[in-house]
């Protein structure tokens, strides 16, 4: 099994920007390198949605066009971590963000680390 634990979540105010980390870990951890990897967010009262994807080796990624050009995906594979960089946010851009498989969530989902981006 792995366990993901996102961080880096807060309070910002509109045009700020936030780095968050999602953490792997457990048995299985070294399957990591073998999936890509996505980051999710889930806004009050909406369904959890996509925000942007890399691939295995961290050559290749994908993103809602809602945060193109704002929003950049790493992985680091050596620490099991994915990393979600986030510039120029929006009050739009406040839910809670998920880190987990793609295409398809293969782990159990983490706490999710809340993003708040005042007016």
């Known amino acids: 099994q792995v366990q993901l634990a996102e961080s880096g979540g807060g309070l910002v105010q509109a045009g700020g920007s936030l780095r968050l980390s999602c953490a792997a870990s457990g048995r299985t951890v070294s399957t990591f390198r073998t999936y890509a990897m996505g980051w999710f967010r889930q806004a009050p009262g909406k369904e959890r949605e996509f925000v942007a994807s890399?691939?295995?080796?961290?050559?290749?990624?994908m993103y809602a066009d809602s945060v193109k050009g704002r929003f950049t995906i790493s992985r680091d594979n050596a620490e099991k971590t994915v990393y979600l960089q986030m510039h120029s946010l929006k009050p739009e851009d406040t839910a809670v963000y998920y880190c987990n498989t793609r295409p398809r969530p293969v782990w159990s989902w983490g706490q999710g680390t809340p993003v708040t981006v005042s007016s």
């Open positions: 890399v691939s295995r080796g961290g050559d290749n990624t």
